[in-house]
């Protein structure tokens, strides 16, 4: 009954066939590019910011999902409001306030969403659902693609799945669950069983073998 949808994530992809890269993606059946932004600060990476979004933007018609893993947010959501983002995801931690960033994200015209590590307590979500479009549970520890699933990341999700179907039962708005790290063809529907209804997939779809369909292959692995 819930409409899943597949977020490829860039991190994965050549960074120097980007436009090509995601054109590929979407029309191999994605529903969202995933943006992943790292600063070398909040996170031990360094990938792309609004200028990179902003040259994305023209080559796809489907939502561009920008997850940052910045440190100040704040002052970066305008930037990528105006580069095309469609959803803006960050960590509650990383910003000094947390509703306000919210409200930021929203005003810009952005749906807004925070991203929980894999040890970061869900109570974050306490005051502030009514201004919440999506909830991303990270499945490994930000920074990098390639890694691991981590199992503890399945009851959490089920957790969050009752809080947000609580919310929804008792007149709230529509707030999606998204998943992020390790997400691969063989342990895709348990992560869908227990409540992800959006799923990131960075290297199960970039590195996807042309003899088996290549990335349309995999998306439809992906979702079977
Ligand atoms: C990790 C990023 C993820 C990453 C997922 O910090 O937020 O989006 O690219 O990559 P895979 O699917 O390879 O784990
Ligand atoms: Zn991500």
């Known amino acids: 009954k819930r409409s899943f949808r597949i977020a490829p994530s860039i991190l994965s992809a050549d960074f120097a066939r980007l436009g090509e890269e995601v054109r590929a993606v979407e029309a191999a059946g994605a529903d969202l590019i995933h943006f992943d932004v790292m600063d070398n600060h909040y996170v031990p990476n360094l990938t792309v910011g609004p200028m990179v979004c902003e040259a994305v933007r023209p080559h796809v018609k489907i939502p561009i999902d920008v997850h940052l893993m910045v440190r100040p947010v704040d002052r970066i959501v305008g930037d990528f409001a105006r580069a095309g983002a469609n959803i803006i995801t960050f960590h509650p931690e990383a910003s000094e306030h947390v509703d306000r960033t919210l409200a930021l994200i929203r005003e810009a015209g952005c749906k807004a969403g925070l991203v929980f590590n894999p040890a970061t307590p869900l109570t974050w979500l306490d005051h502030v659902m009514d201004k919440l479009d999506m909830v991303l549970l990270m499945s490994v520890n930000p920074g990098f693609g390639g890694q ?23 007149g709230g708005q529509e707030i999606r669950l998204e998943v992020d790290g390790g997400v691969k063809v063989d342990n895709i529907a348990e992560v869908a069983a227990a409540g992800a209804d959006t799923f990131v997939a960075g290297s199960a779809v970039f590195s996807a073998p042309d003899a088996d369909g290549g990335y349309r292959g995999v998306m439809g692995r992906l979702r079977a």
Request: glycine share 0%.
């Open 148 to 170: 691991k699933f981590i199992p503890a990341t399945l009851p959490k999700l089920r957790a969050v799945r009752a809080r947000i179907d609580a919310w929804q039962a008792a």
